[in-house]
Structure formats: structure tokens, C-alpha cells
Nanobody, 123 residues
Framework: VQLQAFGGGLVQPGGSLTLSCAPS????????IAWFRQAPGKEREFVSA????????SYADSVKGRFTISRDNAKNTVFLKMNSLKPEDTAVYYC?????????????????WGQGTQVTVSS
């Protein structure tokens, strides 16, 4: 499975961006899809995930109330809507896919990874 992540860019603090993740050759509803991010000099960290079961998504505490993950089966795409962005949200954002039924926050749950898209929050 190849994952393509789109939508990164430069945005001012308080602004919004929407990231997209689409698996090639597979149906997005087949997988639990997650977003992770990695800032320079830091480890890759969990952001959000949406389960293949259709259950409630999960979020890191740092993004709860600001980010929303959703899946559009007709477009075969998972979206991450990011509002009220802060400079500390600056990172390369990766989407990942796994077979777990649970939207977990551990890297080992996800077998397939996209190439990453840069998000920079700066004035």
C-alpha cells in the first residue's frame, strides 16, 4: 500500500490547514489510518487516528479540540483538519495505515507510511 499525504504549507499562528491522505490501490475504509508528526530533533509522535471499525477517533492531548480527523469513503481519503495552529505544531506530518481495529497511538501498529508533508506555523 502506498500512501500519499497532501496539504502541508506555511500558515500563521491561529490559522488552519487540512491535510489529506489517500492509499493507492486500496480502499481507505480497509485500514485504520493515523497521523503522526516529527519536528526537527524530536521523535515522531502520534497526532490522531481513525479506526477501520468506524468507532470514535483518538487524539493526542496536545491537539484535542483543535484537530479533527475524518474519512470520506467516496473520495477514498482521510482528512486532518487543523485549526488554531500554533508554532509548536510545526513538523513533518506523516499518515500511516494499519490493520488494527483500534485507533492506537503506537508506531508499531502501522505497517504503511506516507512520505510526509511539511507544516510550518510561523508569522
Amino acid at each position: 500500500v502506498q500512501l500519499q499525504a497532501f496539504g502541508g504549507g506555511l500558515v500563521q499562528p491561529g490559522g488552519s490547514l487540512t491535510l489529506s491522505c489517500a492509499p493507492s490501490g486500496r480502499t481507505v475504509s480497509t485500514y485504520t489510518i493515523a497521523w503522526f508528526r516529527q519536528a526537527p530533533g524530536k521523535e515522531r509522535e502520534f497526532v490522531s487516528a481513525i479506526s477501520r471499525s468506524g468507532g470514535p477517533p483518538s487524539y493526542a492531548d496536545s491537539v484535542k479540540g483543535r484537530f479533527t480527523i475524518s474519512r470520506d469513503n467516496a473520495k477514498n481519503t482521510v482528512f486532518l483538519k487543523m485549526n488554531s495552529l500554533k508554532p509548536e505544531d510545526t513538523a513533518v506530518y506523516y499518515c500511516a495505515a494499519g490493520s488494527s481495529w483500534f485507533p492506537g497511538d503506537k508506531l508499531f501498529l502501522y505497517d504503511y507510511w506516507g512520505q510526509g508533508t511539511q507544516v510550518t506555523v510561523s508569522s
